[in-house]
């Protein structure tokens, strides 16, 4: 890395959240070898041209600590013995609040150019401006993500092109050095994973089209080819277009207009659809595209103030996701089973983006078990090791100075939860069972003897894990409002806890580091033994699902006692007892969400109750949400609400978020996908 180049950024800014600046660069070139190679990387995102051509965005979502630059070979797009220019349109979201702390750090840019002899870097020297396209002071989606966008079409002047005259343009601000202790980016890394697969999806139909004091006629294609007439004061004509199952990617469309006026953009996974997007029309061709990336099934198409109307020729978005090389198939004589297959493998492969994200609509993060249950699926239908790969490492390289692991990523955060630590240990002990990649069990090997330092340090003199309170902890265990996780010793997570000092024990003696190994596995026996002391109710044969102070909790859940089961805490009798007495018999508070089904459906079929388990399986995801409509997984679904109902803010109560209106509920999750491993 050439530490000449800087991370450049423009001072004359009124406000730093929101930015969408413009840099410009235009050099000679008297030499080009067949390698012209630029490396080149922003916080938080950015859009690169050279000559006019566009060549790609990125980087890789990242902590600013480990920050991602992509590298392009750009010899067909240079010019040899006269001016080039490259261009590049940069977004920082800046410093405003966002629940899981992504989109964080101060705004920067850095690239480096390089061919036989001739070199460029981002220094002073690059002009730069802040663009007049987008309204910086605007709303945000939502507590989870970023702005809403208005974009002035009206705004556009080819500023990318070389012929544009950047004279009135300021010169750049060098903000850091590349690499140095004091920049809030310490270390410049390669991107990791290919880049996404790209292409173009349209809509399947239309839903609902409303003249709303309006007019619309259509004109050759029904879907792509709709006039516009919103001439009329007020009149607001629109149409919802369905894509007939969940799309990530960049909206693209194509309308020609007369007189301006202006289009708005809503967005859905249902058709409670959300304003996002707003765009005032030029006069003549107007190409739009949301600089953000959008997540939806269904899109409403507004049009508004039109002094004469206009049409929209093309409605399209650029579908993104992991470049994912081959696929398993599966094909039975149940149409259901077949079904459910294809849902779980098209949800797996829209959330694998530059991560494996638990929503593309909501925080698009890095949560640790939606990785883990969706690796799991990549493994067996995709047979790709290099996306999970990456959020292990990410996780661990944003370890916390206690030797926790943040829940979330990849940016460091606050959200800690015990059972997601060991759930990263999960998913590098199942990604080691995959690939027999040693070297990388010893590449984070540190991290995980540090995170098991932590674990210890949070014993109660019962042996057991308790929760601490002061430092925020959040025990999850599962989506459900009834599990009992008062006093802090929580049973599911010393079972965790349990099962994670076997699996580090297993990868010790892999490593060679016998002493270690075997007292993990001392610790693993001696905490067996407390769990099995202190939270297990002999009178009913389960385990309760806490200790308040100490008296056992009287509280009895599904979850604790299928952990149990699934960890090694329960013998193979008394799992076997547990299932007949009580789920067989349906005696306890059922599953309202998809996430902890790979913990039972795993533990009956370890206990060979395969009926049992196909046909929860079939009645969950087949009967109770494909049946309502489902074309991927939802975050959370309880069958017993009435069938009319789907997981939304108000509808039925399916989620813990029932009646919290701030908070989107997601209709595409990575935690859903488990049908595919267990249906092999």
């Keep these: 890395m050439n530490r000449n180049a800087k991370w450049i950024w423009h001072h004359l800014l009124q406000r730093n959240d929101n930015v969408y600046l413009e840099f410009r660069k235009c050099f000679m070139l008297n030499q080009l070898e067949e390698n012209a190679i630029i490396k080149v990387s922003a916080n938080q995102e950015y859009i690169l041209w050279v000559n006019g051509h566009r060549i790609g965005r990125g980087p890789s979502p990242s902590d600013n600590e480990w920050q991602y630059y992509d590298e392009y070979n750009v010899h067909e797009y240079l010019m040899m013995g006269q001016e080039n220019i490259i261009t ?21 840019f850095y690239l480096q150019f390089h061919t036989g002899n001739y070199e460029l870097v981002t220094d002073q020297s690059w002009k730069c401006r802040q663009s007049k396209r987008w309204v910086q002071d605007v709303s945000r989606q939502h507590k989870w993500n970023g702005y809403k966008e208005v974009y002035l079409a009206n705004q556009e002047d080819n500023w990318h092109l070389l012929e544009y005259d950047d004279s009135s343009w300021s010169q750049a601000d060098v903000v850091a050095k590349v690499n140095a202790k004091d920049s809030p980016w310490k270390n410049l890394i390669p991107r990791e994973i290919p880049f996404l697969h790209n292409e173009y999806a349209y809509p399947k139909e239309i839903v609902a089209m409303s003249e709303n004091y309006g007019k619309m006629t259509t004109e050759c294609s029904f879907l792509q080819e709709v006039l516009f007439d919103a001439s009329k004061p007020g009149a607001m004509p629109s149409i919802t277009y369905d894509f007939t199952r969940e799309m990530v990617g960049y909206v693209n469309l194509e309308l020609i207009v007369p007189e301006g006026g202006v289009l708005q953009l809503y967005y859905g996974e249902s058709l409670d659809v959300s304003l996002y997007d707003t765009f005032i029309l030029k006069k003549g061709t107007n190409k739009l595209q949301p600089f953000g990336r959008r997540a939806f099934r269904y899109m409403k198409v507004v049009i508004q103030a039109t002094p004469e109307p206009v049409k929209v020729s093309k409605v399209a978005i650029n579908l993104v996701h992991y470049p994912f090389e081959k696929q398993g198939e599966f094909l039975s004589n149940d149409s259901l089973l077949n079904e459910i297959w294809d849902v779980s493998v098209y949800t797996t492969k829209i959330n694998s983006q530059d991560h494996l994200e638990d929503t593309p609509l909501r925080e698009r993060a890095l949560w640790v078990v939606d990785a883990v249950i969706m690796a799991r699926v990549i493994y067996q239908v995709f047979g790709d090791e290099a996306l999970l790969k990456k959020c292990l490492r990410q996780i661990a390289r944003i370890q916390n100075e206690d030797g926790s692991l943040p829940g979330t990523g990849p940016e460091r955060n606050e959200m800690l939860l015990p059972d997601f630590c060991a759930h990263w240990v999960y998913g590098v002990w199942d990604y080691y069972q995959f690939t027999g990649d040693k070297a990388f069990l010893e590449e984070l090997w540190p991290t995980i003897t540090q995170l098991m330092v932590w674990f210890e340090s949070h014993e109660t003199e019962k042996g057991l894990f308790t929760i601490d309170k002061d430092r925020g902890f959040w025990c999850f265990v599962d989506w459900a409002d009834y599990i009992d996780k008062r006093g802090g010793q929580v049973s599911a997570i010393s079972m965790f806890y349990y099962k994670a000092l076997k699996i580090v024990s297993e990868m010790g003696k892999i490593l060679g580091h016998h002493n270690l190994s075997q007292r993990w596995i001392e610790k693993a026996d001696d905490l067996k033994t407390s769990i099995r002391t202190y939270q297990w109710n002999e009178k009913k044969n389960v385990f309760v699902d806490c200790l308040v102070g100490d008296e056992q909790s009287n509280s009895i859940t599904y979850q604790t006692n299928f952990i149990a089961i699934w960890t090694g805490i329960m ?110």
Excluded at 575 to 593: C, Q, S, W
């Design 88 to 108: 590049a349109l940069v977004y920082n979201f800046g410093s405003e609040d966002i629940v899981t702390q992504q989109y964080q750090g101060p705004g920067g």
């Design 571 to 680: 013998t193979r009798q008394e799992a076997e007892r547990f299932v007949e007495d009580y789920y067989i018999k349906d005696t306890l508070p059922h599953l309202k969400g998809p996430f902890f089904y790979h913990i039972l459906l795993e533990s009956l079929f370890s206990l060979n109750y395969h009926a049992l388990a196909m046909s929860h399986m079939k009645k969950y995801w087949g009967g109770s949400m494909l049946k309502q409509g489902a074309t991927t997984w939802w975050e959370a679904f309880d069958p017993d609400k009435p069938s009319c109902t789907i997981p939304h803010e108000f509808q039925g109560g399916h989620t813990p978020t029932y009646l919290v209106d701030y908070i989107p509920v997601s209709q595409c999750h990575g935690w859903g996908d488990q049908p595919p491993r267990d249906i092999c």
